[in-house]
Every structure is written in C-alpha cells, then in structure tokens.
C-alpha cells in the first residue's frame, strides 16, 4: 500500500486493488493528476460539507475516468452542496456500504458529518473527519453544567459536555473496531492549549498500526510533529509528514 498526503485533510491511500481518496480540497503538488491516469478504480470519500473537506471539483474527475465511486456523508445532501444524483452512497452515522473491493462503515462526528471506518484487502483504515476533542483548552477552567463564552467560536460553549460527546463518539467506533492498520487524525494547534489531547484518547482506547497526522495546515508541519512524543510512548508508528505530495510506502 502507498499513503500520500494531499492538503489538510485530504489523503491518497492505493491498495493492490484500488485508489481511495479522503476528504479531497486544494492539491498544492498535483497528486491527483497521477492518480486519475491510473486504471485502478476510484473511491472518493468526503466526511462532510465544510470547504476544507469537501469541493465540488471532485465530481470533474469522473468525466476524466470512469470508474469512479463517490461516497459522501448525508449532511453533504443536507446542505444542498451535492444533488443525490451525483454520488454513488450516501450514508449518514451508523450506515454502512460494501462492494467487492471496499467495505464503508461511517461513524460520528463532534462537529457535523461522519468519520469513516474501512477494510479492503485485510487492513482496516480510520478517517476521522472533523471527530476531536475540539475544545480541550478550556477543560481546565470548566465547571460542570456551567458554558464559557468563547470570543473565537463566538458562543457559549460547555467543554465537559462536548468531552464528554466524543467520549462517547469513541465508545461507538470500538463497538465497531478495536484498531486500525492506519489511523488520520486531527492534530491542529488552532485548539491551543491540549491540542493533542484528542489524537492521546484515540491512541489510549485502540491499537493503532500508523499514526497520521492532519488537519493542521494553519500550524504548519512542526505543530503536527508534536504527537510523535506521545506515539512513540506506545510504540505506535507516526507519520512525520514534511511537505504536500509526500508518499509513505506501507
């Protein structure tokens, strides 16, 4: 296998058998010019209907190769930026989809949208879309049933009840799966203070073959790196992603 990293969130990941694409948005170094020569047939997956995981260009490459198959999340359809028609499934929490090379299981959100668990060829791969412990940097003022006004988000927010949802986020994926051959997760400094706190719960509830980081362009690659010290502690494998374009043979 050969996972390369787009932009942001977006990622490449080729099997023996297939191409899948997550959560596709700016491509700096042209990955997918490759990618849609490619005869392998094409999975395309987007999490949800923010413009940091979702664009419409996607639907171009269909018109370019034909074996295409897109499989986006319901709150895509919900917010009118994709007519139902122009992708193949549609799925929404707790659904699944399979064909007989890919099997779909999409799972919660703490933000909107889904976060994706899939097996093909033996390996099981985590996406997790806009899934995090988002407002980590306020647990340690937080007092329970209690909101703290945020001037960045602009809203009361309560930080013990949205730990507490993705919590439960997670107690949901391990009824699913207990580990993952490849796990993409949030890493974004824009949380502040804990922001890996979220990436540290996801390690310390399920076996992770590779670590690999995302969502953290406005960072920048260094604020990423900061996961390795607490992946190493497991013996987990991390992904040190340096640059867009870059590949990791797996």
Do not use: C
């Amino acid at each position: 296998m050969k996972l390369t990293y787009i932009f942001h969130s977006g990622f490449v990941l080729e099997t023996e058998q297939s191409i899948l694409v997550f959560d596709y948005w700016m491509d700096p170094s042209s990955v997918m010019e490759s990618v849609l020569r490619s005869e392998k047939p094409l999975y395309v997956f987007s999490s949800h209907f923010h413009e940091d995981h979702f664009t419409r260009d996607i639907f171009e490459w269909k018109k370019r190769k034909g074996n295409v198959t897109y499989i986006l999340s319901k709150d895509i359809l919900r917010h009118r930026r994709a007519a139902k028609e122009e992708a193949d499934v549609w799925l929404a929490k707790g659904a699944s989809w399979a064909d007989e090379r890919v099997s779909v299981k999409a799972l919660g959100s703490t933000d909107v949208g889904v976060s994706w668990v899939i097996e093909s060829e033996g390996k099981r791969f985590f996406h997790a879309g806009d899934l995090n412990n988002w407002y980590a940097r306020f647990l340690p003022e937080a007092v329970p049933g209690q909101t703290i006004y945020s001037e960045e988000f602009e809203e009361d927010i309560d930080p013990i009840a949205h730990e507490k949802q993705y919590l439960g986020e997670l107690k949901d994926i391990r009824k699913v799966a207990d580990g993952f051959d490849i796990v993409m997760f949030p890493v974004d400094s824009r949380i502040g203070n804990g922001y890996t706190l979220g990436a540290r719960q996801f390690i310390e509830r399920f076996k992770v073959g590779l670590f690999v980081p995302m969502h953290f362009v406005a960072g920048g690659f260094e604020a990423a790196w900061r996961m390795e010290e607490f992946t190493e502690e497991k013996n987990i494998p991390f992904w040190k992603i340096s640059r867009e374009g870059e590949t990791i043979e797996l």
